[in-house]
């Protein structure tokens, strides 16, 4: 493809020898497992999202999984979660013992809003995973206002902020994903649960470790789900790069906007108060499908996101049989991602937006 949907290797060509350098230390160590760089990734990385604590893990879904045990979600209890975004959102509330319950979300942000959760809670609900979709932020606070704790799935979010406070602070714990295409991407899998209460963070580095404060009493059926020491010296190299990774995702969204994207399709919005960190950049159009073969054929990578929403997947059956969420319903259809990255040129998005045009014109 001439523009990839991501250009995850150019940010990284600068960092390459340090790189080198941090992964050598660490094989030079010896010490794969729960060592130094984890824990000062652990502290690099709570202070860069303006929070107290931050938990290595294995990926983002157990981050999840281990966030929402963390804050006491289990048998009986009801989670309230979107429909449209990953599967993993969802997938991660059954293993806690409690159901979720999906909501719908704004089509034009692509999250949740504080009346769509509204509309689903009930006396049983112990939780709201709200999902900083594309790299926007949720309005979480709007959300708390309603008296439940929120839990931010944050994956796709790392830079962002919603008025001035970093995604991953706003509710009580958040969830990351390292994953390599990620805002800020290991080279393999990674996550980490992000908290301010200490009892929560207590609870999580509990469970990362098969239940056990003391790796000779296990007080509970935990996981073994911890970021590993290559990982976690990578990401301490990758880390500082992020605000100027974020300022240019934000200069690509512009970039878009000056070639005249709004003419031609409708981008996702920025949630108000939310200065996003697109992970993607989506817009949205009523024959996303078609346009995403034709930018394909002019060399230019275009993916409709899940286009099956969640409470419509086979495993959540039992859950999201017969709900209706119109917004999710119509964002999962029209949606549309092009290219996007921190180093995504004007001349590039000028390119894709002439490809757009184009393929707009060519539609019968
Ligand atoms: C919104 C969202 N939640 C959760 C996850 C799960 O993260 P991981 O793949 O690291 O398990 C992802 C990404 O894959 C995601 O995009």
């Known amino acids: 493809m001439a523009i990839p949907l991501f250009d995850t290797k150019t940010p990284l060509e600068p960092l390459k020898a340090a790189i080198d350098a941090a992964v050598a230390e660490v094989l030079e160590a010896g010490r794969f497992i729960l060592g130094p760089e984890v824990a000062q990734f652990e502290a690099e990385f709570a202070a860069a999202c303006g929070s107290s604590s931050a938990i290595g893990v294995a990926n983002g879904t157990d981050a999840l999984e281990l966030a929402l045990r963390g804050i006491g979600v289990g048998p009986g209890d009801e989670v309230i979660v979107p429909s449209f975004t990953f599967y993993a959102t969802a997938e991660a509330v059954p293993p806690t013992g409690a159901v979720p319950v999906f909501c719908d979300i704004d089509p034009d942000t692509g999250c949740v809003t504080a009346d769509t959760v509204k509309a689903v809670m009930t006396s049983k609900t112990k939780a709201v995973v709200a999902v900083d979709l594309f790299g926007n932020v949720a309005p979480v606070p709007l959300i708390e206002a309603l008296g439940v704790p929120v839990v931010e799935d944050a994956a796709q979010a790392a830079g962002a902020t919603l008025c001035g406070r970093p995604a991953g602070s706003l509710g009580v714990a958040s ?49 073994n789900s911890r970021l590993d020491e290559i990982q976690a ?6 880390l500082p790069a992020l605000p100027e990774w974020t300022a240019g995702r934000r200069r690509a ?19 108000d108060g939310a200065d996003p960190a697109w992970h993607l950049y989506v817009i949205k159009h009523d024959r996303a499908d078609e346009l995403a073969v ?28 017969g709900i209706d969420l119109p917004g999710t319903d119509q964002l999962s259809r029209t949606n549309l991602a092009i290219p996007i990255s921190p180093v995504l040129e004007a001349g590039q998005a000028a390119e894709v937006v002439e490809h757009l045009r184009n393929a707009i014109n060519n539609l019968d």
Request: aromatic content about 10%; glycine content about 10%.
């Open 294 to 321: 034709a930018l394909g054929e002019a060399g230019v990578e275009a993916r409709g996101y899940y286009r099956l929403p969640v409470h419509r997947q086979p495993a959540m059956r039992e859950w999201g049989a």
């Open 253 to 271: 969204a512009a970039h878009y906007e000056a070639a005249g994207i709004a003419e031609l399709a409708t981008p996702i919005r920025a949630v």
């Open 233 to 238: 010296a990578i990401l301490r190299v990758l």
């Open 175 to 223: 969830s990351f994903s390292f994953f390599p295409s990620k805002n800020l991407g290991a080279f393999g899998d990674g996550g980490a649960v992000i908290t301010s209460d200490p009892a929560v963070e207590d609870m999580v580095r509990t469970l990362r470790f098969h239940g056990s404060r003391d790796k000779k009493t296990f007080d509970y059926i935990g996981r």
